[in-house]
């Protein structure tokens, strides 16, 4: 997917959000790539299209949030470069293998020695029953 520019808007809380992605999605012919949610109550919208309608989309997500108060930024990215490109796309440019876990019998040692241990606690605390034949006495 080719993105020719990139559209940010950042806003407190997400009521702000809200109302700025749908007043950018009305205003011009873009799409919405993501919310994000950051802490604090900071959530950013990011759009994608064409340089013009992610000017006009942008301008009028910033009108909605400031009238809201909630407005923080707001940012054009005209022409992506590839890499920020993979990057909002949550493309991972380096894997990382993992080695496969295994236990090792010591591990299996201790497991089996801690469930022993709890077996005996729980047979030490068990309440003793009285027997109910010589309680008749």
Same mark, same amino acid.
Do not use: W
């Given at each position: 997917?080719?993105?020719?520019?990139?559209?940010?808007?950042?806003?407190?809380?997400?009521?702000?959000?809200?109302?700025? @992605? /749908?007043? @950018?999605?009305?205003? &011009? !012919?873009?799409?919405?790539?993501?919310?994000?949610?950051?802490?604090?109550?900071?959530?950013?919208?990011?759009?994608?299209? /064409?340089?013009? &309608?992610?000017? #006009? #989309?942008? /301008? #009028?997500?910033?009108?909605? &949030?400031?009238?809201?108060?909630?407005?923080?930024?707001?940012?054009?990215?005209?022409?992506?470069?590839?890499?920020?490109?993979?990057?909002?796309?949550?493309?991972?440019?380096?894997?990382? *293998?993992? #080695?496969?876990?295994?236990?090792?019998?010591?591990?299996?040692? *201790?497991? @089996?020695?801690?469930?022993?241990?709890? $077996?005996?606690? $729980?047979?030490?605390?068990?309440?003793?029953?009285? !027997?109910?034949?010589?309680?008749?006495?």
């Amino acid at each position: 997917m080719k993105l020719e520019a990139l559209g940010m808007i950042e806003v407190t809380g997400y009521l702000g959000a809200v109302s700025a @992605a /749908d007043a @950018a999605l009305k205003a &011009a !012919n873009v799409h919405l790539l993501k919310s994000e949610k950051i802490k604090g109550g900071i959530t950013t919208v990011e759009l994608i299209g /064409d340089v013009a &309608a992610i000017t #006009a #989309a942008v /301008d #009028a997500g910033k009108i909605v &949030a400031e009238k809201l108060g909630c407005l923080r930024a707001s940012h054009v990215i005209p022409r992506m470069d590839i890499a920020v490109q993979e990057l909002l796309m949550d493309k991972p440019t380096v894997t990382e *293998e993992s #080695a496969p876990v295994t236990e090792t019998e010591e591990i299996k040692a *201790e497991s @089996a020695e801690l469930q022993q241990d709890e $077996k005996f606690e $729980k047979e030490k605390t068990a309440p003793k029953k009285k !027997n109910p034949k010589k309680d008749r006495k």
